[in-house]
Antibody
């Protein structure tokens, strides 16, 4: 069965970076993309960006450009999302989701990781 | 960006009730809309895709419909496990955008 398993919770200081992983199983990694979505405490869902697992092409939401990097490792079927220069506004749960888009953002997220809590605090 | 206006933001209902949640898109999105259920501390789970297609394994009491740019999620015969927050998501236009969410609470 399709599974997306994310790394564990993390606590970071302001200005630091965090890198979250998302390891997939149950499907061919390179036949889909991966989107990342975050949810601040008590808030709604925010799409952050997408990466093609086929060719590594990325597309980030405008307000995170320069702060975010998404990568993949096809040898381990793992996607990564790195967020730099963290502030308290980045405190959130971060989800990866399977995206049907291989060459561009698809958006119909059918399977999700369990989520990773990232807390930014001094 | 396409705005998805979801209403109501919360509602109170009882087991057995029929519940309706609406998302209105700021422009046409064809049928490129999904509905998600999220329970506390859990990842969202897709219930409906392509506006009205039921995700495999999802109970048939969940249904989706579209009228122009207005999309509706209906839960008939609300069950105890259905108390949760529901979100719509449009993926017709970049970037994908979510509605603000509707919390379904026990009356």
């Amino acid at each position: 069965q399709v599974q997306l398993v994310q790394s564990g919770a993390d606590v970071k200081k302001p200005g630091a970076s965090v890198k979250v992983s998302c390891r997939i199983s149950g499907y061919t990694f390179t036949s889909f993309g991966i989107s990342w979505v975050r949810q601040a405490p008590g808030q709604g869902l925010e799409w952050m960006g997408w990466i093609s697992a086929y060719n590594g092409y990325t597309n980030y939401v405008q307000n995170l450009q320069g702060k975010i990097t998404m990568t993949t490792d096809t040898s381990t079927s793992t996607a990564y999302m790195e967020l730099r220069n963290l502030t308290s506004d980045d405190t959130a749960v971060y989800y990866c989701a399977r995206d049907p888009g291989v060459f561009s953002v698809g958006g119909g997220f059918d399977y999700w990781g369990q989520g990773v809590s990232v807390t930014v605090s001094s | 960006d396409i705005q998805m206006t979801q209403s109501p933001s919360s509602l109170s209902a009882s087991v057995g009730d029929r519940v309706t949640i609406t998302c209105r898109a700021s422009q046409g999105i064809r049928n490129d809309l999904g509905w998600y259920q999220q329970k506390p501390g859990k990842a969202p789970k897709r219930l409906i895709y392509a506006a009205s297609s039921l995700q495999s394994g999802v109970p048939s009491r969940f249904s989706g419909s579209r009228s122009g740019t207005e999309f509706t999620l209906t839960i008939s015969n609300l069950q105890p496990e259905d108390f949760a927050t529901y979100y719509c998501l449009q993926h017709y236009s970049y970037p994908p955008t979510f509605g603000q969410g509707t919390k379904v609470e026990v009356k």
